[in-house]
């Protein structure tokens, strides 16, 4: 996501010749900030460059950039009015929608999201990405003939889109068609750069439940370091270490879940098996 911000950015700087420095300033501070990783700072840089300018064309792509920020730095509602104080002339209007949906799902306002992903899905009919999102959606609400109808969709638009492989995906999961899932999550693996972290959780977890616990646990080292705050991490690496008859080690996996969140019917369920 910074190299998204940070690119918008480099376009406004070198882009906006006509404008006054004061304005261009803050905003190339901003970019400077973002590279450092001095996110506060960064956004406090797009308010000032908006300030001076409030009617300048560009302010809805500052926007946009400002609530990428807020989001990561976990100030929610001010994102979520960044992202609507976008919409009204922003020129990237479905990246806007985009991040203003996903926020909203993170913040558990689902029904909000799905008007987002409905919107988007009315303007943009061949976003396949809004397809699977709301299929997710879809499948919270155990609605799954409405989730399988998007991404068939999908699979219409684009069979080699990620989003198409990632809800093929999902669905063999459901199924637990394992075997099918995991061949869907090495292709992507395999086709991807930079490869996300999400993939070899998937795959993990595909690993898992076919009693493949070295190939497993090959995969959750991968993404170690990216998962200290993810309880999941910890029940796939606790149901590995299980199958390693280290009891001991999976134990405080599951109980790091726990302390993280997870749900605690299924972590006392798989405490008692280390018993």
């Not at 998204?4 to 406004?12: G, N, R, Y």
Request: aromatic share 10%.
């Amino acid at each position: 996501m910074k190299i998204i911000i940070t690119a918008i950015l480099f376009f406004l700087v070198y882009g906006l010749s006509a404008q006054s420095l004061d304005y261009m300033g803050w905003v190339d501070r901003s970019a400077n900030h973002i590279e450092q990783n001095r996110l506060d700072s960064a956004a406090v840089a797009l308010q000032k460059a908006m300030a001076l300018e409030p009617a300048n064309e560009n302010n809805p792509v500052l926007l946009l950039n400002l609530g990428i920020l807020q989001r990561q730095m976990r100030l929610y509602d001010d994102a979520y009015i960044s992202f609507t104080a976008s919409l009204g002339n922003s020129p990237l209007s479905e990246l806007v929608l985009h991040n203003r949906a996903s926020l909203l799902c993170e913040m558990e306002r689902f029904d909000e999201a799905m008007e987002d992903y409905n919107t988007l899905i009315r303007n943009y009919p061949e976003d396949v990405e809004a397809y699977y999102r709301r299929g997710l959606l879809f499948l919270e609400k155990n609605e799954r003939s409405k989730a399988e109808a998007d991404f068939k969709t999908s699979d219409m638009i684009d069979p080699d889109n990620r989003y198409t492989k990632l809800s093929k995906a999902l669905l063999y999961k459901l199924d637990d068609n394992w075997e099918a899932a995991e061949k869907m999550y090495t292709g992507l693996i395999q086709s991807s750069s930079p490869v996300d972290p999400s993939f070899y959780m998937n795959r993990a977890e595909c690993y898992v439940n076919t009693d493949q616990v070295f190939k497993a646990s090959a995969d959750l080292r991968a993404v170690e370091g990216s998962q200290k705050g993810n309880p999941y991490f910890y029940i796939l690496r606790g149901r590995v270490r299980l199958g390693q008859f280290d009891k001991i080690a999976a134990r405080a996996d599951f109980r790091k879940a726990k302390d993280l969140g997870y749900e605690v019917e299924i972590v006392n369920d798989w405490l008692k098996k280390t018993e």
